[in-house]
């Protein structure tokens, strides 16, 4: 039975409720690794629930929260705020790819709204990652999960095979642990073939980045074992990296980005259910495979079963 954490009084969502209860879709995007678009979809996370009626003071926070975050990324990385006030705030932030120029930034973050309202539309909380950005919010009172959750996961196809490849990438995968921790959240770098790419949310502290990216390189370890690529997103961080056998080229950080031709892609999205004070959870797994072809896969709780 589906389980609705709303204040009957209220017609609020009371604190228990959690990000862990948002419904994960997925779509896979296979597009030339020679003209990467920033503004590409390449997963999404939508509470159930949508605003309480009446909506109208929610959907103008909203709006007047998106308007804030789209005019700050004319000079801004990364920014977080909250519109509104009481029970109808709503905390939101835009993070951009630490390498892109600012106009890149920008346009991508103006494509966020635009992407959340059509994917999610007037949810209690959304996460919108594109290939160059990413947007979140959650209405005051919604409970977000751990930093170090397990959000999205993207594996290339290929098992290498090639001695020395596991100690390759070891070596970038420690230089990305330290590099971020040094380089204010964000480290990209082409070592020994082997381009890796660490990026931390902005108001992340430093050590608590470093263990974080720590955390999604075991996991691209552990749930991608020896692929010539692969991303991993948590919720606070992400990692990704390519193996090159002849070599890293110079646009490595661009054919590298989620999506890229050079991939037959195995996508996987894990989301943990049930309700967190139950202090259990059902892991869903699925797999899609993409041949030039979009895929979108819904997500539930294990209570809506």
């Known amino acids: 039975m589906k389980t609705n954490f709303h204040n009957p009084q209220m017609g609020l969502p009371t604190k228990n409720f959690s990000l862990l209860s948002l419904s994960i879709s997925l779509i896979s995007i296979t597009i030339d690794s020679t003209s990467v678009d920033y503004t590409n979809l390449v997963y999404k996370g939508c509470a159930d629930q949508k605003f309480p009626e009446?909506?109208?003071?929610?959907?103008?926070?909203?709006?007047?929260?998106?308007?804030?975050?789209?005019s700050q990324s004319q000079t801004?990385?990364?920014?977080?705020?909250?519109?509104?006030?009481?029970?109808?705030?709503?905390?939101?932030?835009?993070q951009c790819r630490?390498?892109?120029?600012?106009?890149?930034?920008?346009?991508?973050v103006n494509k966020l709204p635009e992407t959340s309202n059509k994917v999610c539309g007037n949810t209690l909380a959304a996460r919108v990652q594109l290939s160059g950005c990413y947007l979140r919010y959650e209405i005051e009172g919604f409970r977000t999960v751990s930093g170090t959750e397990m959000l999205f996961k993207f594996c290339g196809s290929s098992q290498v095979s090639e001695s020395g490849f596991v100690e390759k990438r070891e070596n970038a995968f420690q230089s990305v642990e330290s590099g971020v921790q040094n380089s204010s959240g964000f480290y990209a770098a082409s070592y020994e073939s082997v381009f890796v790419l660490g990026q931390c949310e902005g108001d992340l502290?430093?050590?608590?980045?470093?263990?974080?990216?720590?955390?999604?390189?075991?996991?691209?370890?552990?749930?991608?074992?020896?692929?010539?690529?692969?991303?991993?997103?948590?919720?606070?961080?992400?990692?990704?990296?390519?193996?090159?056998?002849?070599?890293?080229?110079?646009?490595?950080?661009?054919?590298?980005?989620?999506?890229?031709?050079?991939?037959?892609?195995?996508?996987?999205?894990?989301?943990?259910?049930?309700?967190?004070?139950?202090?259990?959870?059902?892991?869903?797994?699925?797999?899609?495979?993409?041949?030039?072809?979009?895929?979108?896969?819904?997500?539930?709780?294990s209570d809506d079963y």
Do not use: W
């Open 98 to 108: 630490g390498d892109l120029s600012t106009k890149d930034c920008s346009n991508c």
């Open 205 to 301: 502290g430093s050590g608590e980045c470093g263990e974080c990216v720590k955390s999604a390189l075991q996991r691209a370890q552990v749930e991608c074992g020896n692929s010539i690529s692969a991303q991993v997103y948590l919720q606070m961080c992400y990692i990704s990296y390519r193996y090159y056998p002849n070599g890293a080229p110079n646009d490595a950080k661009t054919s590298s980005s989620p999506g890229s031709k050079q991939d037959t892609q195995k996508t996987v999205a894990i989301v943990v259910g049930g309700v967190a004070a139950v202090g259990f959870g059902f892991i869903c797994i699925l797999f899609a495979r993409t041949a030039m072809k979009k895929s979108d896969i819904k997500f539930r709780r």
């Open 76 to 94: 801004h990385n990364f920014y977080k705020t909250t519109s509104g006030s009481g029970q109808s705030a709503i905390t939101g932030l835009f």
């Open 54 to 70: 009446p909506s109208e003071v929610y959907t103008q926070t909203l709006k007047a929260l998106f308007d804030s975050l789209i």
